[in-house]
């Protein structure tokens, strides 16, 4: 497996046990390949060991993994989620979309961020300020070449209003997208063959170094596949240098719990990383 980490200009990469980085001008026309993995492997020597006595690789400032790629997410993919979405939508009388959706074939995809909006492992994630119930949301996500090809993992963070999308559906672009509403990171998980269904999903938060939540989920608890959910995707839209597809989250903090500025939220993937995001909030 490979693990390829964006440093400023630098591509830094970890394959069996060891480091190496490059100068990437472009990280579009780096990861937006068929067969990244394959592709990596035969350009490996093209990659210089990693310096470490220049900055030690746990001292680096990993960017988001990514360059002009938009980052859509798909909903109600998980048991939980549904019954999360329907608890928050009963005022609306909109639960019932909720339970459909999760039956029906189609699955729910929704634009989450343009990339200026996304930000990377340690930098600032924040909440709404007209907004009550703010939540994270652990999601596994893929990266897509522009062919619709799943070449990569990483972890995401979708950010969600819940009390303003359980007021009424049709307000889900403001309870998703707004400023630093979305995290990716640390790095690209490339792999030989499709990651491994067991793979564990954990989160993590703490407010004032006190551990307010925590709790895990396997993938094979999605009910949607993988390849699904990028096929509907592309049926009629394209992404030129690829696109980052959030997966949907199986863990959700119960109704009394809310986001405070200054908590630290930690999501870990395994063999991906922890990405770690403290939470804020945009000044008046």
């Known amino acids: ?15 069996e046990g060891k480091t190496y980085c490059r100068e990437v001008e472009d990280w579009d026309a780096l990861i937006n390949r068929s067969n990244l993995y394959q592709a990596l492997l035969d350009e490996l020597p093209d990659f210089q060991a990693y310096p470490e006595q220049l900055v030690p ?18 909903g109600v993919t998980y048991l939980r989620s549904r019954e999360a979405r329907m608890e928050e939508s009963q005022k609306s009388g909109a639960s019932d979309f909720y ?11 929704f634009f989450k961020s343009s ?14 300020r007209d907004s009550f119930w703010n939540v994270p949301e652990p999601e596994l996500t893929l990266f897509c070449n522009s062919q619709g090809e799943i070449v990569a993992y990483t972890v995401g963070n979708d950010m969600s209003s819940r009390d ?18 979305a995290a990716i990171g640390p790095c690209l998980l490339i792999l030989p063959e ?13 407010r004032e170094d006190a551990e307010v939540f925590s709790g895990e989920i396997s993938l094979n608890r999605m009910k949607r596949k993988l390849p699904e959910l990028a096929g509907y995707l592309f049926r009629e839209t394209s ?14 903090p119960g109704d009394g719990f809310t986001l405070a500025v200054g908590d630290v939220v930690e999501i870990s993937i395994e063999n991906i990383g922890t990405l770690r995001n403290v939470v804020g909030m945009k000044a008046n």
């Open 1 to 15: 497996m490979f693990q390829l980490y964006r440093v400023a200009s630098l591509a830094v990469l970890v394959h």
């Open 57 to 74: 690789f746990e001292s680096l400032q990993f960017n988001a993994p990514l360059q002009s790629q938009e980052v859509w997410a798909s």
């Open 99 to 109: 339970a459909r959706v999760y039956e029906a074939e189609r699955p729910e995809l």
């Open 115 to 128: 990339p200026a909006r996304v930000v990377g492992p340690d930098d600032e994630i924040r909440i709404r």
């Open 164 to 181: 303003i999308e359980g007021e009424n559906p049709l307000y889900l672009p403001q309870a998703k997208t707004y400023d630093a509403s």
């Open 194 to 206: 499709p990651i491994n269904p067991d793979t564990m999903i954990r989160m993590r938060i703490t």
């Open 239 to 252: 992404f030129p240098s690829g696109v980052f597809l959030m997966t949907g989250t199986g863990l959700v």
